[in-house]
Each structure stands twice: as structure tokens, then as C-alpha cells.
């Protein structure tokens, strides 16, 4: 009998933040095709929950975040499962997401576990923390994302490098490299997350979500359609209700209440 998908992944929303959490801390939170089932399943529904406006993702216990793909899956995938993709399809959901996520890494980040942090838009660790591309040790390579968005993220020879060696990499040395963004006591990591959150929360959600969008899309495009994409968005928000309460806050020296103008943008 299959495990039921809302076994395998958690959601607690509460005060604007789902945190989302890979539940299977007897295979260090590995994930399998009922664990991309059920994330896929709740991007959707935490998409359209107006209620959330930051996800945070970490795994069950205090040894990993996500140890990887189920190596008893993984030994019977065929090349038609390679072309299929599927755990790269739900990662570009994560990258895609219209709201802003957070990895916050707790323990083991190998293979899959590695990929689906790289597929948020902010990490940040505990110092138990330790990111791995191991696949090439099993025969087979990154193909969630991984070889693209750690290039990305660290440069092609240091990517490259982690890739072909499938070394370790602890948590200082990531954030070195710019990997992630913060390292905290395991005991502060979810503390650490819950602040960053807050701190994009305070701000404009339209303006939160469409500098999310240019940043995103303008990386894979040339430098001219990039900026063109920075102005056609900075566009929408001149004419927002959003940026009138923001300025009009500055210049009366009070907090804005972006959510209040955010409701007059949804009513126009």
C-alpha cells in the first residue's frame, strides 16, 4: 500500500508563512514519487491561498533536509523515466512559484535534497548543513536543475567541480561561496527563516512578486531584455496603489499598510 501523500509532506500556515516539511526522517527525508506528488498538490493549493505570501521548506528532524532520491526508485528508473522528469518538472514549479520561498537547510542536503534548495529563491543553513551532487558516484548526474542553477549560483568552474567530484560541502564553505545566505545554530534556523520572511512580508507583495519574476527570468535572457523586463515592471507598480501608499507613507513617516493597498489594486 502506497503511503499517504499528506504522511510524507506537512504544511502549518500561520501568519502569512507555510512551512512546508518533508516528512520521511526514517530515510533522512529522501524523496520519492509520493513526496513529489504531494508538493506538487500543495504549490497548487498554496499558489491560489491568498493567505500565504512566503514558503519556507525543510525537512523532518535534525539530520537532514533532504538526503536525496530514494535510491529503491532510483535502481528501476528507465531512460523513458529520464526523459520524463519528473522531479525536475516539480522543481521548476518551486523555481516558478509566484510567491517568494525559502530553503531552510537543516542537516543533510544531497542529490535531489541539494536541488530542490537551489530551486528557492533564498537558502540559509544551519551549521550542521552539508550540500552534495553525489550522482555521478551512482553512474547517473544532476537532472533536477542541478547543473544549471549552481553554475548559476557559485560559477561554472566551481559547479562544475562539486558536480564532477560529488564532494560535500559544509555550511561555511557554502556560504562562502554564496551558496546560501546565512548560517545559523540548528536551533535558530527556522527562527532565521520566519525573520527573512517577515522582513519581505513588510514590503510591497505586488513589488515582492514581480522583482521575484524579473530577477528570475532576466538571468536567462540577454542583458537588453533584462532591463527591458526591469522597466516594463517598474511600470505596473508606477501605476499601483501599492507604490502611491509606499511614497505617501515615506513622506508622512508612517508604516504603509501594503496589504490595504494591495486590495485596492485586486478591486480596479
Do not use: W
Not at 34 to 58: G, K, M, N, S, Y
Amino acid at each position: 500500500m502506497s503511503p499517504d501523500p499528506s504522511d510524507v509532506l506537512t504544511v502549518e500556515v500561520a501568519d502569512g508563512i507555510a512551512l512546508v516539511t518533508v516528512n520521511r526522517p526514517e530515510v533522512r527525508n529522501a524523496i520519492n514519487a509520493t513526496v513529489l506528488q504531494a508538493l506538487t498538490r500543495t504549490l497548487e493549493e498554496l499558489a491560489a491561498d491568498d493567505a500565504v505570501q512566503v514558503l519556507i521548506f525543510t525537512g523532518a528532524g535534525d539530520k537532514a533536509f533532504v538526503a536525496g532520491a530514494d535510491i529503491n526508485e532510483l535502481a528501476v528508473r528507465t531512460p523513458r523515466d529520464g526523459l520524463k522528469a519528473t522531479m525536475q518538472g516539480v522543481y521548476e514549479k518551486v523555481e516558478q512559484f509566484p510567491k517568494p520561498t525559502i530553503a531552510a537547510v537543516n542537516g543533510y542536503a544531497f542529490g535531489g535534497g541539494h536541488e530542490l534548495a537551489l530551486a528557492c529563491d533564498i537558502r540559509v543553513a544551519s551549521t550542521n548543513a552539508q550540500f552534495a551532487l553525489p550522482e555521478t558516484g551512482l553512474g547517473i548526474m544532476p537532472a533536477a536543475g542541478g547543473t544549471q542553477r549552481l553554475a548559476k549560483l557559485v560559477g561554472l568552474g566551481r559547479a562544475t567541480e562539486i558536480i564532477l567530484t560529488g564532494r560535500r560541502v559544509k555550511a561555511d564553505d557554502a556560504l562562502a561561496m554564496g551558496l546560501v545566505t546565512n548560517v545559523v545554530e540548528p536551533e535558530q534556523l527556522l527562527d532565521t527563516a520566519r525573520e527573512t520572511a517577515n522582513a519581505i512580508m513588510a514590503k510591497g507583495p505586488l513589488a515582492i512578486q514581480l522583482a521575484k519574476t524579473v530577477v528570475r527570468h532576466g538571468f536567462d535572457v540577454d542583458h537588453q531584455t533584462g532591463i527591458l523586463l526591469e522597466r516594463l515592471a517598474q511600470s505596473v507598480l508606477y501605476s499601483s496603489a501599492e507604490k502611491a501608499e509606499g511614497t505617501n507613507a515615506f513622506l508622512e513617516k508612517r508604516s504603509p499598510d501594503f496589504q490595504g493597498a494591495a486590495q485596492k489594486d485586486v478591486n480596479k
